[in-house]
């Protein structure tokens, strides 16, 4: 009788102290002790992320985004001296170069996308993850005030503030509309893997409304009638992925409207793909089409070229949401000139300006051994994820050297200051290019002028993107789904 009064008053009072359990217990006895689905909502207000004491001795780093640069940089990160917090609305990294085959079923949406916890998992290091984005950024005091971008119905919109010391910056960019009218209202936008995925159901959705037996042919007409803004490899890819489905399956599910289709392709510029090579523009235009193709011919964050953000020295930004600001010679040539006349005579040896050489050529790409006092224009990086890839990988070195560097700087003179940057400043480095154009044919640039166009270059791209994928789960699902394709044709269910 005692033990049973003892075990009631315990029960008792860890009811009182959790009152959540009263009600988990409710639920359970009312559903017969079957599957339990509980949630206690909360009213929160603007909460601290608090380091535990382990961790507080770390130096804490924050990475904003899990796209191309921030995904780079968690996968190259190693120092273990970090305590690393990564906040994104989007808990996946994207292969965005598969977008266009996303559109047209060629490669089902989630085969390009890894879950960034799985990414993370991998790693040695401190490094959490929290679903929200950042609404403002105090760099003064060196706090990243977050908004959980979970729906209202689970626990509100939950914010809360995160401190850091060094701060990755790698958002990305919204598509830029050049403020035309009409255009977020009318036309779909190819950024994201949920882009791709309204994209493919308008166009099944526009042949199974050209299908209806009530149109005429002129509406028909009207309703297939697909326009593409951009002669650019991603607006090239999308209109010979969408020129394939078409003429290889969308024929024979729809054979009535099959002659009614049109494809057209917007580009300012005089040719499409004009930043390849002259001989793949000429033989993009000249491909003959099974449905007709007509060809009618922003970046926020200033960053040095060690990436970090201009003005403060703790925040880094990478990928598309920023632009290097890259210093001309001109602007610094007396500080150079200073610092290499170094008895102040006012004139510069032979042997003075050789000390200086490698540290200017560094420090300015645009000028090269052979050519000075001139020299020749750097390749400009565009903003691909080629570019955000490497750039993250360059930051994510960094991190891992910081200490070592901070006691051997490795990087140019500083002509304004004293002694040396800590690190290389970041060279990006083109390794090539594809073009796909349908038909199995793909136009290939690859460094050393090499280009390569046809059946062959599509192999090439089939193997190089399959190998760039960023987990071998991924890699089996985009080779399934390609041979997928071979066999069965593309899926043209609007789901």
């Not at 996308?113 to 040695?124: A, L």
């Not at 299908?211 to 010979?240: M, N, W, Y």
């Not at 090499?450 to 089939?462: A, F, K, P």
């Not at 760039?468 to 593309?490: A, E, H, P």
């Amino acid at each position: 009788m005692m033990r049973g009064l003892t075990f009631y008053k315990r029960f008792s009072r860890d009811f009182h102290d959790n009152p959540s359990l009263v009600k988990l217990l409710l639920v359970f006895t009312v559903s017969g002790g079957g599957v339990v689905a509980y949630s206690e909502s909360k009213s929160y207000g603007l909460n601290v992320v608090h380091a535990s004491e382990a961790d507080s001795k770390k130096k804490r780093v924050v990475v904003l985004g899990t796209g191309w640069a921030g995904t780079s940089f968690l996968k190259n990160l190693k120092n273990s001296e970090y305590d690393v917090q990564v906040i994104s609305p989007r808990n996946y990294f994207a292969f965005t170069p598969l977008l266009p085959s996303v559109t047209c079923g060629t490669v089902d949406a989630r085969s390009v996308v890894e879950p960034v916890r799985k990414i993370i998992r991998k790693k040695t290091l401190d490094i959490h993850y929290w679903e929200a984005e950042c609404f403002k950024i105090d760099a003064q005091n060196k706090k990243v005030y977050c908004r959980s971008s979970q729906d209202t119905n689970l626990s509100g919109e939950e914010e809360f503030v995160v401190d850091y010391d060094y701060l990755v910056i790698a958002i990305g960019a919204r598509v830029n509309t050049f403020n035309t009218p009409g255009v977020e209202e009318n036309c779909h936008f190819l950024k994201e893997v949920e882009d791709a995925q309204k994209i493919r159901r308008t166009v099944i959705d526009c042949f199974e409304r050209a299908s209806l037996p009530t149109l005429s042919d002129e509406e028909r007409k009207r309703i297939l009638q697909f326009v593409i803004v951009g002669g650019g490899p991603t607006g090239v890819e999308f209109a010979a992925e969408l020129h394939d489905f078409v003429s290889e399956d969308i024929v024979k599910l729809y054979p009535q409207v099959k002659d009614l289709v049109k494809i057209t392709l917007l580009e300012a510029g005089e040719h499409i793909l004009n930043m390849f090579d002259k001989r793949i523009t000429a033989f993009a235009e000249k491909i003959p089409k099974g449905c007709p193709i007509d060809v009618t011919n922003r970046r926020v964050l200033a960053t040095d070229e060690w990436l970090r953000v201009e003005g403060c020295d703790s925040v880094y930004a990478l990928g598309d949401c920023a632009t290097i600001n890259q210093r001309k010679v001109m602007e610094d040539i007396a500080a150079i000139f200073s610092k290499a006349d170094k008895d102040n005579s006012g004139t510069l040896t032979v042997k003075e300006l050789q000390e200086v050489i490698d540290n200017i050529c560094q420090r300015y790409p645009k000028i090269q051994k052979s050519s000075l006092p001139g020299g020749l224009p750097n390749e400009k990086s565009s903003a691909t994820a080629q570019v955000a890839a490497q750039q993250g990988s360059y930051l994510a070195d960094c991190f891992n050297r910081m200490e070592e560097c901070e006691k051997n700087p490795e990087g140019p003179l500083r002509f304004r200051g004293e002694g040396r940057h800590r690190f290389r400043p970041f060279r990006y480095k083109h390794f090539g290019q594809f073009a796909p154009l349908g038909g199995e044919q793909t136009a290939a640039q690859l460094p050393g002028d090499w280009v390569s166009i046809g059946h062959s270059s599509q192999w090439l791209w089939y193997s190089v993107y399959a190998s760039k994928q960023v987990s071998w789960r991924t890699r089996v699902l985009v080779v399934s789904d390609w041979t997928k394709r071979f066999i069965f044709g593309r899926d043209s269910s609007s789901i």
